[in-house]
């Protein structure tokens, strides 16, 4: 099976531009993943979940934060409902203000 990964803004979801292309890949027979977040990444699942007998599953890299007490929880909002396979990574999202060499799951994004 061949994987696409959709990337973006967590804040817009770019709908006139992710939900094509969600249903697209879903038409097609792809797996979806993203970063199973908010913005484009639930615009483009939405859409992907839309397309009937499709055979693709909608895959989300996601992030997770540091618990006080130890272990990892995922971050509010994560994964959004239309991820159906979650990968849950200690690592975190990507930031503004982080530095360019920081790990994040982006790393597991693209390696996918």
């Not at 970063?35 to 992030?63: E, Y």
Request: charge should be positive; include cysteine; proline fraction near 11%.
């Amino acid at each position: 099976m061949i994987i696409i990964g959709v990337m973006g803004s967590g804040k817009h979801e770019w709908t006139d531009f992710a939900a094509p292309l969600g249903v697209w890949i879903g038409e097609n027979h792809f797996d979806l993943l993203t970063g199973a977040g908010r913005g484009v990444m639930l615009s483009v699942s939405r859409a992907f979940c839309t397309v009937l007998k499709r055979q693709g599953k909608p895959i989300g890299i996601v992030p997770m934060q540091q618990k006080p007490h130890g272990g990892f929880c995922p971050l509010a909002g994560y994964p959004n409902p239309y991820i159906e396979i979650p990968v849950f990574t200690p690592l975190p999202r990507r930031e503004p203000d982080m530095p360019i060499a920081s790990l994040t799951r982006n790393h597991v994004n693209i390696l996918t």
